[in-house]
């Protein structure tokens, strides 16, 4: 078991904290489905990094919720990614500008 002190415990989530800021913020100024789609992914990498403590505490419990939070990130990689080349297909575009709510074109 890794001893990780209350320092580097706070290290780990500022940081963690700092890229899902910018993830956030590059999620609600994106224009295309792209950059929203690497910004989610950011997203991801910062929950996981928050979850990196949990090893040291419990490691079963941090190696299961590693395991369901890379499935489901996968998941959601693949849906994304079918969404996109769907929506390029239909509005021959991939902004965000195309996308209404309910999937209506503006």
Do not use: C, H, W
Not at 24 to 30: D, E, G, K, M
Request: neutral net charge; aromatic residues 6%; charged residues 15%.
């Amino acid at each position: 078991m890794i001893d990780v002190g209350v320092s580097q415990l706070s290290v780990i989530l500022t940081v963690s904290g700092a890229i899902l800021l910018i993830a956030y913020l590059t999620a609600v100024s994106s224009k295309d489905l792209i950059r929203l789609l690497i910004s989610l992914e950011l997203m991801f990498a910062a929950v996981f990094l928050a979850i990196l403590p949990l090893f040291s505490i419990n490691p079963s419990m941090a190696y299961a919720v590693a395991i369901v939070t890379a499935f489901t990130s996968s998941g959601e990689l693949l849906v994304l990614i079918t969404a996109i080349i769907m929506l390029d297909r239909r509005k021959r575009g991939i902004e965000v500008e195309k996308v209404a709510v309910g999937g209506d074109s503006i």
